[in-house]
């Protein structure tokens, strides 16, 4: 293993952790531990993963002291590994070339182990696969190259501006990669203190803003709208990183009043971090783009008018290998270019704007539609906390348009009134057919909403 290691340029994550030593810890809610105690029990707990040749593990990480402990185990040792979300029916959410359940338990305790009676895998050491959110079509596992996947890592930590001095809160959950490629390792390869969240509502990110006293936070749009909501006095950082759904530019602003820079991060399962901002980029900047690619990261095509937008498409050293079939190997290999599905534009300074999605427009009246302009419209209407619009059904126009929107706290909203803001405010063939309200919008555990949740209700409602 460690000749495989040096020929494949894997990082020694432990021996660089526990290169800090104690001057730099890691918490959660219940207890705190130098890096160099964390590196000590992933060390142990390593111990006592499966040794075979043919081990892949399907590893449950909590955002928990043992979570990381036990992630950082299997990623040092360079076993094939599988990410799965906490929760409810493990055994059917597993991957089918999966062949050990591991869960955390208790700092002093080993982690628990189950054999699975599943297919065999051909899984090489020093892949990663991580779950796509499910948010553009059915999920599928995708592999990822150990020593890419941190690669990728340090230079997103080098693009936000991490040092040691930084203490980094983590709400994010540490399964998904944001919250393990974008947060956690950045977080460690740079020698940041770290306080982890597990549920990440807002009265735990109080009590940890309290507790930790935190400088820099990694959130999604949906966090951010709830503490928003609930924030009665400014709480300075930093700096916050967003990804998922983009702030509307009235909340980034507000969010900056009460918590200061708000740094966009651009990225995807497939890809890993693509573009984020600089802490040096003006205000303006932040909140039009999603920052400059990361260096290595380029276009897949030079825009024909840099002024229009395009069909964002991307080279990438470190993305994924390709996605994974039933035994583990990369059944459909990653192409060269990626194409995202976004529509992007250039700025001047060679930041990237997202515009929205290719795949959430339509034609109605036999003119296009971008979902993500009535989404825009909806949310300038006051009273309105969140909204989604989907596809569903047939209209005179074409197709359907459902439009879902939650209230804010005490607003008197009913649909007419978003009827009448959207006729006021967007192209005839832009105004939904029908608006439903929710008290909250289903969401994946990436934070964006789970658009095919909202497909299946509208079909449902109407």
């Known amino acids: 293993m460690a000749q495989k290691r040096a020929q494949t340029g894997a990082y020694m994550l432990l021996d660089m952790i526990a290169a800090r030593g104690d001057t730099q810890t890691i918490s959660d809610t219940r207890a705190q531990m130098g890096y160099g105690e964390l590196a000590a029990l992933a060390a142990r707990l390593q111990s006592a993963l499966p040794k075979d040749q043919h081990s892949c593990l399907g590893l449950v990480p909590e955002n928990t002291l043992e979570g990381v402990s036990l992630l950082l185990a299997a990623l040092d040792a360079g076993l094939p590994t599988a990410l799965i979300a906490p929760g409810q029916n493990l055994h059917q959410r597993l991957p089918p070339f999966c062949n050990h359940l591991v869960t955390s338990t208790g700092a002093a305790q080993p982690p628990e182990i189950k054999r699975l009676e599943q297919a065999g895998n051909t899984a090489d050491p020093e892949r990663f696969y991580v779950a796509t959110s499910g948010s553009t079509g059915a999920p599928k596992w995708l592999v990822h190259d150990t020593a890419r996947l941190i690669r990728n890592a340090q230079s997103a930590g080098k693009r936000l501006g991490h040092t040691p001095q ?178 992007a534009l250039l700025l001047p300074g060679g930041q990237l704007r997202i515009i929205g999605r290719r795949d959430h427009a339509l034609k109605r009246d036999g003119l296009l539609v971008h979902l993500s302009d009535i989404e825009a419209s909806i949310a300038q209407c006051a009273g309105v906390a969140d909204t989604v619009v989907v596809v569903s059904g047939q209209s005179r126009r074409g197709d359907g348009l459902v439009a879902f929107y939650t209230p804010k706290p005490r607003a008197a909203l009913i649909c007419e009134d978003l009827r009448r803001h959207c006729i006021d405010t967007l192209p005839s063939r832009a105004v939904p057919d029908r608006f439903i309200q929710l008290d909250a919008l289903p969401r994946l555990a990436s934070g964006k909403p789970d658009r095919p949740a909202l497909v299946e209700l509208a079909r449902r409602e109407s």
Do not use: W
């Not at 919250?179 to 020698?191: N, S, V």
């Not at 709480?235 to 530019?249: E, N, V």
């Open 166 to 343: 930084r203490r980094i809160l983590i709400p994010v959950p540490i399964h998904h990669m944001f919250g393990l490629g974008a947060a956690l390792i950045p977080a460690l390869l740079t020698g940041a203190s770290i306080h982890l969240v597990q549920r990440g509502n807002p009265l735990e990110v109080f009590g940890a803003e309290r507790d930790f006293d935190p400088n820099f936070a990694y959130f999604v749009p949906s966090q951010v709208r709830s503490i928003l909501a609930m924030r009665r006095r400014p709480r300075p950082y930093a700096g916050l990183c967003i990804a998922g759904d983009k702030l509307s530019p009235e909340e980034a602003a507000r969010c900056e009043n009460l918590h200061g820079p708000v740094l966009s991060l651009y990225g995807s399962s497939e890809t890993g971090v693509t573009a984020a901002n600089d802490p040096s980029d003006t205000a303006d900047i932040r909140h039009q783009s999603a920052g400059r690619l990361l260096p290595g990261v380029r276009l897949g095509d030079d825009p024909q008018d840099p002024e229009q937008p395009f069909p964002l498409r991307l080279r990438h050293p470190d993305m994924c290998l390709g996605i994974a079939g039933s035994d583990g190997a990369v059944a459909n290999k990653q192409p060269d270019v990626h194409e995202t599905g976004d529509i």
